[in-house]
């Protein structure tokens, strides 16, 4: 079976310091993952994707985060947190022997600090 | 249209009553899903079509909700005899064949009062 795990539903940062937005994975065969930020009274928006081919993906708004197949993880980082960045964050992951499904996680909130 | 659109995107309801949620996907996308997603949670997979047919609807609760899509493109999200707790948002997403990216729709808030 096909999860995600984020650790952390709630993260608070001052603005300007390190984003680190966890993200584990469960699959029994290659996955394609991705991050999603909504935010409030939005739909959800693609930050980043990962589809096999680079391992450390850059995605929009100075995001990027890094495929571990090790650790089954993909990590969400952004050097310099932004009062914009506020919002909910779901990390999601999609394998082709599930019928496409896209199986999300139940989000993490991030509130920046001034 | 650029992006995928639902209609209508509030809805109020009272208990019992039979609903439609509709979708209309990107031109040209072959995949097309429904979620739910309640309060403080991550949207929960209710169905996937690939084309007219449902290929996978293992994530409708029950037999209240049922969805279709007959032309291959718009889909319509059924519910009937609602209950309280059938309120949340329902969002429609689809995706080209290859599955790289979902794009989603700004959601129907379902609220069963």
């Known amino acids: 079976a096909q999860s995600v795990t984020q650790l952390g539903s709630h993260v608070s940062v001052s603005e300007g310091a390190l984003v680190l937005l966890r993200c584990n994975y469960s699959?029994?065969?290659?996955?394609?993952l991705f991050w999603y930020v909504q935010y409030p009274n939005q739909g959800l928006q693609l930050l980043l994707k990962?589809?096999?081919?680079?391992?450390l993906v850059k995605g929009i708004n100075g995001f990027e985060a890094e495929f571990k197949k090790s650790e089954t993880s993909f990590h969400l980082t952004k050097p310099s947190a932004h009062m914009s960045d506020a919002a909910e964050y779901f990390c999601a992951v999609s394998v082709t022997n599930t019928g496409n499904q896209f199986y999300f996680g139940t989000g993490t909130s991030l509130t920046v600090i001034p | 249209g650029a992006g995928v659109s639902q209609t209508p995107s509030n809805k109020v309801t009272e208990k019992g009553k039979y609903v439609e949620l509709r979708c209309d996907p990107i031109s040209g996308h072959t995949a097309l899903y429904w979620y739910r997603q309640s309060l403080g949670q991550g949207p929960e997979f209710l169905i996937y079509f690939q084309g007219t047919g449902a290929a996978d609807d293992s994530g409708l609760p029950n037999d209240r909700f049922f969805a279709v899509r007959p032309e291959g493109s718009v889909s319509t999200l059924k519910i009937q005899r609602t209950e309280r707790g059938d309120s949340a948002v329902y969002l429609c997403?689809?995706?080209?064949?290859?599955?790289?990216?979902?794009?989603f729709g700004q959601g129907t808030r379902l609220t069963v009062v």
């Open positions: 699959s029994s065969v290659p996955p394609y």
């Open positions: 990962y589809t096999s081919a680079a391992t």
């Open positions: 997403a689809s995706s080209p064949l290859d599955r790289t990216e979902a794009f």
